[in-house]
């Protein structure tokens, strides 16, 4: 995710598009979860004006990943 700086932020990694709660729902989980679910739960978004909320899609990778670590330990065994 882009770095804040004296009130400004920088750019993200190259390839680290903006994706609205729709696009998530659909692109990363296949339909599986609704824009919804998508805006009450995925961390780090950002708000651009009145109601556009977004994420970086890297974040949303990142958090997805975070999650399935939580769920193995080292050796590969289910918590």
């Not at 609205?20 to 692109?27: L, Q, V």
């Not at 556009?52 to 999650?67: N, Q």
Request: include cysteine; glycine fraction near 8%; hydrophobic fraction near 40%.
């Amino acid at each position: 995710m882009g770095q804040l700086t004296a009130g400004r932020v920088t750019p993200p990694r190259n390839g680290n598009r903006l994706m609205n709660a729709r696009e998530i729902a659909s692109e990363v989980f296949a339909g599986k979860v609704s824009p919804e679910w998508v805006r009450r739960n995925l961390p780090q978004k950002v708000t651009l004006g009145h109601s556009t909320v977004v994420w970086f899609e890297r974040d949303v990778w990142d958090w997805i990943l975070s999650c399935r670590e939580r769920e193995y330990d080292v050796s590969g065994a289910v918590r």
